[in-house]
């Protein structure tokens, strides 16, 4: 399980970096908010511990910025222990809210806590052993490729899991709340919709030959998006599985 740590003080990066690779995490860390979407956007981390005061930033924009970009579950690090600010940071989309000072234990225990719910929300429905093609569009849900024109496409978890819920049925319209609640086990009081719509920005850019008129995620508008199996019947297709999985 990878952990990433967002704190902006030198001592206690390292000290939270020692307690949970202790635990037997992998753990990265960084000191920003740059740093802490860079280091999401290429190796998707299955949390992250984030202070709420980072520098001259603040924690919680930084969390509104995470959550356009996936799901991985969110803990507050944080010396303001007021009942408000605890509220602010869960309503804002915190998993949970540790003050300090804390010990170990507490750490270690709220950690494998957070990541617990998150697996036990994120399981999806067996998928189909085959692969699907769409024209020169191929989705493995086992090996979790995606080739377009014999080329593999690298998408992430998330992007993947977004595509594969489209394709498993073919033109059917599916709202942004009903991909946040399919995929993502959100929903908009939890989590921006516009999470959904960066990502599937973010595929149409690695799966189209022109993401400015998408072939295969095709929008409707006032309503959301679809997938475009193009002409003829998919080679494999089961309409009565889904492609997902948990990530």
Known sequence: MRILIV????EMRELL???LEADGYEVETVSDSAGALAAVAVREPDLVLLDVVL?????RDLLHELRLMGNAPA???TGRGLEMDR??????G????????????ELSARIANVLRRSRATNVQPRQSESSV???DLRIDPLTREVERAGELVELTAKEFDLLAFLASSPRQVFSRQQLLQQVWSSCREWQDEATVTEHIRRVRRKIEQDP???RWITTVRGVGYRFEPGAGSPIGYDRRRHLVRAS
């Open 17 to 19: 970096g020692q307690l």
């Open 87 to 92: 509220i602010a940071g869960l309503r804002m």
């Open 7 to 10: 704190e902006d003080e030198p």
């Open 212 to 214: 400015d008129h998408p």
């Open 75 to 77: 803990v507050f690090l």
């Open 55 to 59: 520098g001259g930033e603040d924690g």
């Open 133 to 135: 093609s769409f024209g």
């Open 94 to 105: 915190a998993d949970d809210y540790i003050v300090k000072p804390f010990s170990p234990g």
